[in-house]
C-alpha cells in the first residue's frame, strides 16, 4: 500500500499571501495524484488530477506541481473562502487508493 | 449538472446490516466507474470500495472486505453498498464518487453530500 504523507499538518497565512503545501509518497506514483478541498461539513471538491491539471472551475489560484513521490499544491493570493482541508490522494496503484491525512489551511 | 444524491444512513447496532445508496443524475452513469469513500468523525478519507462501469470488476478496502458489497443498477442510475456486520468503527459520513475512467486510473472527479451511518448500541 502506498503512504501518503502531507505537511504541514496545519498551515496559517495572511490573506492575499501564498500557501504551499506538500505531499509525499512512499513510492513513486508518477503524476497519478491528485489534490481535494474539504470545507466544514461539505464533501471533498476536486482540484487537481493529473499532479497539475486543474478541474473544472478551479481558479487559476490553485496549481498544482511534482512528480514521482514529491508533490506541491500551491495557492495564491489567498481569500478566507480558501479556509478548509487539504488532501492529496495517488491513483497509480490501486487498490487500495490512499489518502494523506490533511494539510488544515487558516486563513 | 453532475449531482449525486446518498441515502440510507443513519443508527445501527454492531452486528447489524444497512445498505446505503447513491443517486446518480446529470451524466451518462453507465459509462463512469464509481467508488465509495468514508470518512469518520473528525477524520480524514478512506477509500472503501470501487465498481467498474459494467459491475465486472470490484475491489474492496481490507477494512471491509467480507463484510461490504458494492453494486450498481444502471439501468436505474443507481449505486448502492450493502454492509453487514457492522461494528463501531464503520461509523462514518459515506460519499459515492464518479472515476471518469474505464480502469479507474483517475481521480473521484464528482462527490455526493454523504450520508451518515452510525453504528453504536
Known amino acids: 500500500e502506498i503512504v501518503m504523507t502531507q505537511s504541514p499538518a496545519t498551515l496559517s497565512v495572511s490573506p492575499g499571501e501564498r500557501a504551499t503545501l506538500s505531499c509525499r509518497a512512499s513510492?513513486?506514483?508518477?503524476?497519478?495524484l491528485a489534490w481535494y478541498q474539504q470545507k466544514p461539513g461539505q464533501a471533498p471538491r476536486l482540484l487537481i488530477y493529473?499532479?497539475?491539471t486543474r478541474a473544472t472551475d478551479i481558479p487559476a489560484r490553485f496549481s498544482g506541481s511534482g512528480s514521482g513521490t514529491e508533490f506541491t499544491l500551491t495557492i495564491s493570493s489567498l481569500q478566507s473562502e480558501d479556509s478548509a482541508v487539504y488532501y492529496c490522494?495517488?491513483?497509480?496503484?490501486?487498490?487500495?487508493?490512499?489518502f494523506g491525512q490533511g494539510t488544515k489551511l487558516e486563513i | 449538472e453532475v449531482r449525486l444524491v446518498e441515502s440510507g444512513g443513519g443508527l445501527t447496532q454492531p452486528g447489524e446490516s444497512l445498505r446505503v445508496s447513491c443517486a446518480a443524475s446529470?451524466?451518462?452513469?453507465?459509462?463512469?466507474?464509481m467508488s465509495w469513500v468514508r470518512q469518520a468523525p473528525g477524520k480524514g478519507l478512506e477509500w472503501v470500495s470501487f465498481?467498474?462501469?459494467?459491475?465486472?470488476?470490484?475491489y474492496y478496502a481490507d477494512s471491509v472486505k467480507g463484510r461490504f458489497t458494492i453494486s450498481r443498477d444502471n439501468a436505474k442510475n443507481s449505486l448502492y453498498l450493502q454492509m453487514k456486520s457492522l461494528r463501531a468503527e464503520d461509523t462514518a459520513v459515506y460519499y459515492c464518487?464518479?472515476?471518469?475512467?474505464?480502469?479507474?486510473?483517475?481521480?473521484?472527479?464528482?462527490w455526493g453530500q454523504g450520508t451518515l451511518v452510525t453504528v453504536s448500541s
Open positions: 493529473g499532479a497539475s
Open positions: 490522494q495517488q491513483y497509480n496503484k490501486w487498490p487500495p487508493y490512499t
Open positions: 446529470g451524466f451518462t452513469f453507465s459509462s463512469y466507474s
Open positions: 464518487a464518479t472515476i471518469p475512467s474505464p480502469s479507474g486510473y483517475r481521480s473521484f472527479d464528482y
Open positions: 465498481i467498474s462501469s459494467s459491475g465486472t470488476t470490484i
Open positions: 513510492q513513486t506514483v508518477y503524476s497519478n
